[in-house]
C-alpha cells in the first residue's frame, strides 16, 4: 500500500502564508508525479499545483505568481508554498501522487486525506 499524509494547513488571515508538506510512504518504485488539488464547498475538486519527477511544474491560473512547488525526491514528499492568501483559496487541499509499487506496477493515483486551508480575517 501507499500513504500520502499531509500537514500544514490551518487558519489564517488573507495576505498571509502557510506550506502545506505531503509525505507519500510504502510500497513505492516511483512516483512520477505529485501534486495539490483542492475542493471548496459545494464546489468540485480543482488542480492547484503539480509537479513531475524530471521537475516540469503546472499551476492553475488563480495560484499563479502566488503558490509554489517544491519537491524532495530522496524524501518521497512534496510542498506547496501558498503566499498572499485569499478567502477563495480556502478549501481543503489534496496531496497527488501517480505512484507504481513495482518495474512492472501501473502507475496509478493516490490521495491524501485533506487538510483545511480557511482564510478568513
Known amino acids: 500500500q501507499v500513504q500520502l499524509v499531509e500537514s500544514g494547513g490551518g487558519l489564517v488571515q488573507p495576505g498571509e502564508s502557510l506550506r502545506l508538506s505531503c509525505a507519500a510512504s510504502?510500497?513505492?518504485?516511483?512516483?512520477?508525479?505529485m501534486g495539490w488539488y483542492r475542493q471548496a464547498p459545494g464546489k468540485q475538486r480543482e488542480l492547484v499545483a503539480t509537479?513531475?519527477?524530471?521537475?516540469?511544474?503546472n499551476y492553475a491560473d488563480s495560484v499563479k505568481g502566488r503558490f509554489t512547488i517544491s519537491r524532495d525526491n530522496a524524501k518521497n514528499t512534496v510542498y506547496l508554498q501558498m503566499n498572499s492568501l485569499k478567502p477563495e483559496d480556502t478549501a481543503v487541499y489534496y496531496c497527488?501522487?501517480?505512484?507504481?509499487?513495482?518495474?512492472?506496477?501501473?502507475?496509478?493515483?493516490?490521495w491524501g486525506q485533506g487538510t483545511q486551508v480557511t482564510v478568513a480575517s
Open positions: 509537479k513531475t519527477k524530471s521537475g516540469t511544474t
Open positions: 510504502g510500497s513505492i518504485f516511483s512516483i512520477y508525479t
Open positions: 497527488n501522487g501517480v505512484v507504481s509499487r513495482s518495474i512492472t506496477d501501473l502507475p496509478r493515483d493516490y
